[in-house]
């Protein structure tokens, strides 16, 4: 690691790559549960759908840690941290309740935005640091992860909402 005032673009690029390497392996971890968690089989196969997606993100960021010629090693991420914790929280207090879904599809789609957020920058950075391979992948998978997240919008407004609503 260089001197702070020699860090530049590439340098936050590939802490931030690591971040998000840490944050996929623990949603590879936390997305079982919420499948088991999942009262709707819909949701179920969401959540897992999800999981299978969520191996090959980890394995396109072990690609973009080939391109950059970087060991592939995460760093621990507190958002993410945070937000599966939160999520663990729901599962706990709503379990066995109709608003169960609810929550669990707003505790998921808080991880979803989270990763857009992220690959979203990676991408932009990507794209400034002339690494045209690098953005490919990580545009394939900001685009699951958008995806991931207007899925999970339609099975709350279709379903999960209407019976947290119901007495
Ligand atoms: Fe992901
Ligand atoms: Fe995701």
Redesign the pocket.
């Known amino acids: 690691m260089p001197a702070k005032a020699e860090k530049k673009l590439e340098d936050l690029f590939y802490e931030t790559l690591r971040d998000?390497y840490y944050?996929?392996r623990k949603?590879l971890k936390a997305l079982p549960k919420l499948a088991k968690g999942a009262e709707s089989p819909d949701l179920t196969a969401a959540f897992e759908k999800?999981r299978d997606?969520?191996e090959g993100?980890v394995e396109r960021l072990q690609q973009v840690f080939e391109i950059v010629g970087k060991r592939a090693q995460g760093k621990t991420c507190p958002a993410i941290d945070g937000i599966v914790e939160e999520g663990e929280e729901i599962m706990e207090d709503f379990k066995s309740s109709p608003a169960l879904d609810a929550g669990l599809i707003s505790a998921a789609q808080a991880a979803?935005h989270y990763?857009i957020t992220r690959?979203g920058t990676l991408k932009r950075w990507a794209q400034e640091l002339g690494m045209t391979d690098a953005v490919k992948l990580l545009d394939q998978?900001l685009a699951?992860?958008k995806k991931?997240d207007e899925a999970l919008t339609k099975l709350a407004e279709t379903a999960a909402n209407q019976r947290a609503k119901a007495a």
């Open positions: 998000v944050a996929e949603l999800h997606e969520t993100h979803e990763e690959y998978t699951e992860e991931t």
